[in-house]
């Protein structure tokens, strides 16, 4: 009976706020959109840690200039998104991964790192040859910096990662591809654990905070606005930046 009573009474507490150890700024999905993401760094307050959601390549037109900008700062903690993941794919197995990852705003990244000649649809020979000059032209510094990338920051009471977590899973314990692509109970089921989820993936019109979620992709690829939430133990403050 007391079992029953107080599992009920976790389905009804409400959520405490977003409180990490030590102030952060979390950052939405940059898809190449570097001049949003330098004016948005300088509206971050200077005792609050930077933490980047992923996806900082496709779809943009600078997605090269992003992977420098935010590889060359130490202060800022970056986590992996389905976007690093596919070009990843595609830097190990051109002739599989290669077209999906070109349809889903791989061109763009190319044109970035002046890999030029390349289209949606190529043979396998040259998508190798893509991948290749592709190689080169990152470097393999930045190549292994990418590759690194962690996918997920706890701090406190928040959880930051790019896509979603499973919400009957501790935190610690997510699996990669939840993180990185997101779970299907994520918007649908409640945390009962009372830890934040801060995320991006998932474009929404405004970036804001409900029900233990805290969603911060505006799409700055499409809309112009690049998103970031200031949590510091009181109400979430938004920033934007506009291109």
């Not at 600078?62 to 986590?79: F, G, K, N, Q």
């Not at 009962?192 to 991006?200: A, E, K, L, N, T």
């Not at 405004?206 to 690829?221: L, Y």
Request: proline content about 6%; charged content about 25%.
């Amino acid at each position: 009976m007391l079992s029953s009573l107080f599992g009920r009474f976790r389905r009804r507490a409400p959520f405490l706020p977003p409180t990490p150890d030590t102030p952060i700024c979390v950052i939405g999905d940059v898809h190449g959109c570097v001049v949003q993401l330098e004016k948005l760094l300088n509206k971050v307050p200077q005792d609050h840690r930077i933490i980047l959601v992923g996806d900082y390549v496709d779809r943009g037109e600078c997605s090269a200039e992003v992977l420098r900008l935010i590889s060359a700062r130490p202060d800022i903690t970056c986590l992996k998104g389905n976007h690093e993941e596919m070009m990843l794919r595609f830097l190990k197995d051109p002739l599989e991964q290669g077209p999906r990852w070109l349809r889903y705003g791989g061109l763009q990244t190319l044109a970035s790192f002046d890999v030029r000649g390349v289209r949606a649809e190529m043979t396998g020979d040259e998508l190798t040859e893509c991948r290749d000059r592709f190689h080169v032209a990152m470097g393999d510094t930045l190549y292994q910096w990418v590759t690194g990338l962690k996918t997920w920051e706890m701090s406190g009471n928040v959880l930051v990662v790019h896509a979603g977590a499973d919400p009957n899973v501790p935190p610690t314990d997510q699996s990669e591809k939840t993180l990185i692509w997101g779970h299907p109970s994520f918007q649908k089921t409640i945390r009962r654990d009372g830890v934040w989820v801060v995320h991006g993936h998932t474009i929404v019109g405004e970036a804001g905070a409900q029900k233990g979620r805290i969603s911060i992709d505006t799409g700055a690829f499409a809309t112009g606005v690049l998103s970031a939430v200031c949590l510091d133990g009181g109400e979430p403050i938004f920033l934007t930046a506009q291109g």
